[in-house]
């Protein structure tokens, strides 16, 4: 039986503890022995070491690794040495990147400062570090406190409690020690029970402390936080299939042209078992076949212009107000087709505000309140407290009651004025769960006057007049029933009511017989409160709908707030379903996954249904973001593809839990980043389809030459200059194309669809023959002319300015044509123009390193108009399909 559903008296027994004498020092420092600090266990830092070798994991890596050690072994040393550096290239961008280590469970650990607590100790209150609590200890907390640990509440006064940072329930709870009979409790109805990390808004509290450190709810969350490792994201699964499927084929083909250059040896008599030694030299050029062959196959370029590129638009997204933490977020986020929203502080502004008012007969503007009674009701029946900054509200004390004091001051009412004017209340009743009121007595010049205010039937019941259009009548039938319906009408909106009267006494009453007090008062209004949604939200919700992604709001608050949120954001249709948590914790883990579709809403959701809902969405192969400011968010913030956290009103702990963090907290920063996100994807779709191509022009190249019986057209290290320093540039250019107006008007990349699509594969294979068939017509005719000894570097050259080239054939998918937009990307145009020098530059004086001769300006223009023929090719292409298309889309052209 968990302690909410025991008695207070009997817990106490249970811990062997008194709320008089508490525990004795001695008994005290054993259970610490025994229990453990009051302290979070820290979790173990990931070495730059354990980084480094996880990086080393992919697969392109791999192979890249052991050609190096081959090369090596095979005497090649600039080669080994060449592919070390392209792989230390690769894996330091990302670990230098992403150089931050986790730190949401310090940013958990920052809860537990070394604050002191009142705690009852041998028949004494002391004060005591708050890591020094033990279970049993009895703890004293007012107004003010943040609760040091879970506890069942002994006794309490006038005791409200904000939980949002862990339940994300924006309003206080207000709390008592009665035992709860309900077994399976949610914890946000717990009223009995303290929990570690929330804040004591209004009253006082003693309580039994029940869980301490690890066993929390706060450490629950960091344990999870602890254990949760975070799969694959889209991209790093579409790359790492890419990455295995080039290398099996690689692999495969090296191994194949391997054992067919033994073959020929042994045919021609160059290897004989018996004398292996005689055939080593030409056993270890088949060796050096094979690793160019593995390096032709293998786009060694691709992780580094990957993490290049996001580390380029990671700064551009700051720019835009969204900050990301982890570098693979950049793109992740274009391919989401789910966000699980919390509610409290992320649609909503996590702030009471007055949105309805009803005086004086009618139903008036917030900011257009002329009722005196009303204004001084919301400015002296209060214990409140606000500051302003500009148009900002800083808020002291209870949130609903500094609702009403902002509205007096929109309204050009210094609450102040009215609190000093009347001077010191003569009688205060305070409110209780029971009465549902609260009242407070002054003295006016004419008398006295009593003001209250609470839950409307409460209110109506002790009235027997109202404010009506500036004369008070008597409160009939007519108006109650008008006032009701009003009411509902608020309640049905989720609007939390509060109703306010007054009454005036000639002689001073007997102040301590309430009943005669609060009766036959004058009703003057009342008032419909929210925590009103964000300013952009419903237009960056409308902007996701168009966009193909669905929208789930996972919050803490009750059932009948959240399907009002929903329905004013537009998410909830005529099949939706809108649960509370207990409705799924009775599902199986099958159910709730076919249910989930149409699930918009879950109420009263924890950090363990929220955990669960996206390991599901997960299964599903949806792509999921979680958006979220509090501590309850965090687990689900690191288990999502991509965790989304609020930077102004977000805590540490959900901070440094996401992926990406909101500088501003506006929604529509998200869908702005999803824009972004989705021209990361296709702007990776355009370098991989460039690279691609250099690699399978290399790959058949070489497996044709050797067929062939041709020399080996490329050098190891020109491979390696033309995968990573030629195409490096232009690829990154094509990797900070800014992202096009249409992207938020397609559907989302499904989790589980190719990075290479069919259009992407046909343009490779299409451009990749015509510039194979180009090459070999180079070596075969020596048709640009030249001396025999300028032929491989004829060809080495006229292979890296096709791929120059082709750079802007990639800058367009499907059928558009390049020439209308080539003039957008001066960039491009001027790098691409920068690595042409720095290859006349290599070719011309780098003949030690890669094996080229000088070469006349005739030849350069013959291979650059030349090679400049694969634009034209492409564009040919282009338009004859555009051509086919035209005709079998139109019947009559047909």
């Given at each position: 039986?968990?302690?909410?559903?025991?008695?207070?008296?009997?817990?106490?027994?249970?811990?062997?503890?008194?709320?008089?004498?508490?525990?004795?020092?001695?008994?005290?420092e054993a259970r610490t022995e025994r229990y453990g600090k009051n302290l979070f266990t820290p979790k173990e830092k990931?070495?730059?070491?354990?980084?480094?070798?996880?990086?080393?994991?992919?697969?392109?890596?791999?192979?890249?690794?052991?050609?190096?050690?081959?090369?090596?072994?095979?005497?090649?040393?600039?080669?080994?040495?060449?592919?070390?550096?392209?792989?230390?290239?690769?894996?330091?961008?990302?670990?230098?990147?992403e150089g931050k280590s986790d730190k949401a469970f310090e940013a958990l650990s920052k809860l537990s400062e070394d604050v002191l607590v009142k705690v009852v100790r041998e028949s004494k209150i002391v004060h005591i570090s708050q890591s020094d609590l033990t279970i049993g200890d009895i703890i004293h907390l007012e107004t003010g406190d943040k609760v040091p640990a879970d506890a069942r509440i002994i006794h309490s006064s006038n005791l409200g409690i904000d939980e949002s940072m862990l339940t994300g329930e924006a309003e206080p709870v207000s709390k008592k020690s009665a035992k709860i009979e309900q077994e399976n409790c949610p914890l946000a109805e717990r009223k009995n029970m303290l929990y570690s990390g929330t804040m004591v808004i209004e009253g006082r509290v003693i309580a039994i402390v029940t869980s301490i450190?690890?066993?929390?709810?706060?450490?629950?969350i960091a344990n999870e936080l602890k254990e949760e490792i975070s799969s694959e994201t889209p991209l790093q699964q579409k790359l790492a299939d890419l990455g295995k499927k080039i290398s099996i084929i690689g692999s495969i083909a090296a191994a194949v042209i391997f054992l067919f250059e033994l073959f020929n040896m042994y045919q021609q008599g160059i290897l004989v078992f018996s004398d292996i030694g005689a055939a080593l030299p030409g056993i270890k050029d088949a060796f050096v076949t094979s690793v160019a062959l593995i390096v032709a196959a293998v786009p060694e370029g691709l992780p580094t212009m990957v993490a290049i590129t996001l580390a380029f638009n990671m700064q551009k997204m700051a720019k835009n107000n969204a900050l990301v933490r982890k570098l693979i977020a950049c793109e992740t986020i274009g391919s989401v087709n789910v966000i699980c929203s919390d509610k409290t502080g992320t649609l909503t502004e996590n702030r009471m505000t007055v949105v309805d008012v009803w005086c004086d007969g009618s139903k008036v503007a917030v900011n257009n309140l002329r009722n005196i009674e009303m204004l001084q009701n919301f400015c002296v029946n209060s214990t409140a407290d606000i500051s302003k900054n500009d148009d900002n509200y800083e808020f002291l004390g209870n949130p609903t009651e500094c609702a009403l004091l902002v509205c007096a001051d929109k309204n050009n009412i210094n609450y102040l004025h009215y609190r000093k004017e009347l001077g010191e209340a003569v009688s205060e009743y305070n409110f209780t769960s029971a009465r549902k009121m609260m009242s407070t007595a002054y003295q006016t010049e004419k008398g006295f006057r009593l003001y209250?205010?609470?839950?409307?039937?409460?209110?109506?019941?002790?009235?027997?007049?109202?404010?009506?259009?500036?004369?008070?009548?008597?409160?009939?039938?007519?108006?109650?029933?008008?006032?009701?319906?009003?009411?509902?009408?608020l309640q049905d909106n989720a609007r939390r009511v509060l109703a306010f009267a007054f009454s005036d006494f000639e002689q001073e009453p007997q102040w301590e017989d309430i009943y005669n007090i609060e009766k036959d008062l004058v009703f003057t209004g009342f008032i419909g409160i929210e925590d009103p949604l964000r300013l952009d939200v419903k237009e960056a919700i409308d902007q996701c709908r168009r966009a193909g992604i669905t929208v789930k709001i996972l919050t803490g608050d009750n059932i009948n707030t959240a399907r009002a949120i929903a329905n004013q954001l537009g998410i909830v249709k005529s099949d939706s379903l809108v649960l509370e948590v207990t409705d799924i914790e009775s599902m199986s883990d099958q159910e709730l996954r076919s249910k989930l579709p149409k699930i918009v809403v879950i109420a009263r959701s924890n950090p363990t249904a929220k955990m669960r809902v996206v390991k599901l969405l997960k299964e599903n192969n949806d792509s999921v973001v979680v958006t979220g400011d509090g501590i309850n968010d965090a687990p689900a913030l690191k288990a999502a593809d991509v965790g989304v956290a609020m930077g102004i009103a977000g805590t540490e702990v959900s901070k440094e839990a996401a992926d990406i963090v909101l500088l501003d907290d506006s929604f529509s920063t998200i869908v702005r980043a999803i824009k972004w996100g989705r021209g990361i994807y296709e702007n990776f779709q355009r370098f991989i389809q460039f690279q691609l191509t250099v690699n399978v022009v290399a790959f058949i190249t070489v497996i044709l030459a050797e067929l062939m019986g041709y020399m080996m057209p490329f050098t190891t290290l020109q491979?390696?200059?033309?995968?990573?320093?030629?195409?490096?540039?232009?690829?990154?250019?094509?990797g900070l194309e800014p992202p096009r107006e249409h992207l938020l008007e397609k559907q989302p990349i499904k989790r589980n669809a190719s990075i290479v699509t069919k259009d992407m594969l046909f343009r490779i294979?299409?451009?990749?023959?015509?510039?194979?068939?180009?090459?070999l017509m180079l070596m075969k005719t020596q048709i640009l002319g030249g001396t025999e000894a300028q032929q491989s570097t004829i060809v080495f050259t006229s292979f890296v300015l096709f791929q120059l080239w082709n750079a802007f054939n990639s800058r367009e998918f499907g059928v558009t044509s390049i020439f209308p937009n080539i003039h957008k990307n001066k960039s491009m145009i001027g790098i691409l123009f920068l690595t042409f020098i720095v290859q006349i530059l290599v070719t011309q004086f780098g003949g030690a390193v890669f094996k080229t001769v000088p070469l006349d300006g005739v030849l350069w223009l013959k291979m650059v108009g030349f090679t400049f023929s694969i634009v034209i090719f492409s564009e040919l292409l282009k338009l004859l399909i555009r051509g086919f298309r035209g005709i079998f889309s139109d019947p009559q052209k047909a």
């Open positions: 039986m968990d302690y909410f559903q025991k008695e207070a008296e009997d817990i106490i027994l249970e811990l062997k503890s008194s709320e008089e004498m508490g525990l004795s020092i001695a008994e005290a990931e070495s730059i070491l354990a980084k480094i070798l996880d990086s080393l994991k992919e697969p392109l890596i791999i192979i890249l690794l052991i050609s190096g050690v081959i090369s090596l072994a095979m005497g090649h040393i600039p080669d080994g040495i060449g592919i070390f550096v392209a792989v230390l290239i690769a894996t330091s961008i990302a670990v230098i990147q450190g690890d066993q929390t709810e706060m450490g629950k209250t205010k609470g839950s409307p039937e409460k209110v109506l019941a002790i009235c027997n007049r109202i404010l009506y259009k500036g004369s008070i009548v008597p409160l009939t039938q007519d108006y109650i029933d008008e006032i009701e319906g009003s009411i509902r009408t491979l390696l200059w033309v995968n990573i320093i030629m195409d490096g540039p232009p690829a990154l250019t094509l294979i299409t451009n990749g023959l015509f510039i194979v068939t180009a090459i």
